[in-house]
């Protein structure tokens, strides 16, 4: 029995991860070498590569017929790369702001339509805090989204609620346009942005925005806890230090006011 159309796609997927680890490993490779260690024809060896060169991921060396490694590849670990210096870069901020509120600390950037978590320090009051990192969370209904939500060009905005919409998680949830633009706006006057059960019921949380040293909003730190004890009173509090946190980071980035 043939492989259905969507068996063929991830076969096509894994053997062409496994040119470039090929090209990896060896540095540099031909055609026929290639096809040798794929098991493959010749043919379906140069297809591959072929493609591949088109997204600059490998080039050839026209003199000698042999494929390496092409700078598309450092696009692509750059954005790793990038991420990673974040984390790095964030860490001992979040770690002083969980100790000092004793909540749980995420740093999270945007990811298409969500907000992904790439981050997490839990205080001493999260003894049973759930981990986030690696999470997608809705951009309307946490305070992280809504932190980068309110630093993008209006039409980009509108363009990703219209796309991920404001679905209804809590009776809390912000699903009316103008409510969320309100808030949105307000996040930026006053530099972070709440929720309140809005995501999941009983949880409560404030972030903050961080830039680059470009100035752009690529991350938000927050801090979130149980309604119980992070009331919206206590997330007042804590704003000041949270949004002075923020800036150490952004400044810690290479960005000045």
Same mark, same amino acid.
């Given at each position: ?7 063929? @796609? ?6 062409? *991860?496994?040119?470039?680890? *090929?090209?990896?490993? /060896?540095? +540099? ?16 060896? #140069? ?5 591949? +060169? ?12 042999? %494929?390496?490694?092409?700078? $598309? ?30 909540? /749980?600390?995420? &740093? !999270?950037?945007?990811?298409?339509? %969500? !907000? ?6 839990? $205080? !001493? #009051? ?21 932190? &980068? ?10 363009? &990703? ?7 209804? #998680?809590?009776?809390?949830?912000? /699903? @009316? ?13 006053? @530099?972070?942005? /709440?929720?309140?059960?809005? %995501? ?9 925005? *961080?830039?680059?040293?470009? $100035?752009?909003? *690529? ?5 979130? @806890?149980? !309604? #119980? ?12 230090? &949270? ?15």
């Amino acid at each position: 029995m043939s492989n259905s159309p969507t068996d063929s @796609g991830v076969q096509s997927v894994d053997r062409a *991860i496994t040119v470039l680890e *090929i090209l990896a490993r /060896t540095g +540099e490779a031909r055609v026929t070498d290639v096809a040798a260690e794929l098991s493959v024809h010749k043919s379906t060896a #140069f297809r591959l590569l072929s493609a591949l +060169e088109d997204r600059g991921l490998v080039e050839q060396d026209q003199a000698r017929g042999r %494929y390496r490694l092409g700078f $598309g590849i450092v696009r692509l670990a750059g954005a790793v790369t990038a991420r990673m210096d974040l984390t790095r870069t964030a860490r001992p901020v979040c770690e002083r702001l969980a100790r000092d509120s004793g909540e /749980t600390v995420n &740093l !999270a950037v945007a990811r298409a339509l %969500y !907000a992904v978590n790439i981050d997490q320090v839990p $205080g !001493a #009051f999260a003894i049973t805090a759930q981990n986030w990192v690696g999470t997608l969370t809705p951009l309307h209904a946490t305070s992280s989204g809504k932190v &980068l939500l309110a630093h993008l060009d209006p039409a980009r905005r509108a363009d &990703l609620l219209a796309k991920a919409g404001q679905a209804r #998680f809590t009776p809390n949830t912000v /699903t @009316g346009e103008a409510e969320l633009d309100r808030q949105l706006a307000a996040a930026v006057r006053q @530099g972070y942005a /709440t929720t309140v059960e809005e %995501y999941e019921e009983g949880l409560n949380a404030i972030a903050a925005p *961080i830039r680059s040293h470009h $100035g752009e909003v *690529i991350a938000a730190v927050s801090v979130s @806890g149980p !309604a #119980f004890r992070l009331t919206p009173d206590r997330m007042e509090q804590l704003a000041p230090a &949270l949004v002075a946190g923020s800036d150490e980071i952004s400044h810690r980035l290479g960005f000045y006011r």
